[in-house]
């Protein structure tokens, strides 16, 4: 069963953690974002902005928001303080992307907000339903704290 939920899979994404560092001249705390691995995965788009799920949409108010939520199936179990960035296909195409200078080069970096592990009739973890978020803070830049 396991290996039948594997194959629908055909899509790659890359996993990033953030690592705390201390400055040696300032001892500063410095947070970096740290590339982890790459898994298989099957990442879909929200198509609706309802209260019952959130979708794609931009919020004007006090400020811009550009707000886009998926929902990712993966064997992997991600944690909430992790990111997801580089949804690509087989071809290795990028498939969620942030327009930069008038060229689509950049993948979006997605915040994780919930993690539901998927079970089979048996009781064991078949796979993992991520639910994603776009960041604010579109780039792993260190940044001080």
């Given amino acids: 069963m396991k290996s039948l939920i ?19 001249t300032t001892n500063a705390i410095v947070k970096k974002w740290l590339y982890i691995r790459t898994t298989n995965c099957l990442a879909r788009g929200y198509i609706s902005d309802t209260a019952r799920s ?5 919020k004007v108010g006090e400020r811009y928001q550009n707000v886009d939520y998926l929902t990712i199936e993966t064997e992997d179990k991600i944690s909430k303080s992790q990111k997801i960035t580089n ?12 327009l930069v200078g008038n060229n689509y080069e950049s993948p979006t970096v997605f915040d ?11 009781g064991s973890i078949m796979s993992y339903n991520i639910s994603v978020k776009r960041s604010e803070v579109q780039s792993f830049d260190e940044y001080n704290s």
């Fill in 54 to 58: 959130q979708g794609s949409s931009e």
């Fill in 6 to 24: 594997k194959s629908a899979m055909y899509m790659k994404m890359d996993i990033y953690e953030q690592v705390y560092t201390q400055e040696e």
């Fill in 112 to 122: 994780v907000v919930g993690v539901i592990p998927v079970l089979d009739p048996f």
């Fill in 87 to 98: 949804i690509r296909n087989q071809q290795d195409e990028v498939i969620w992307f942030e």
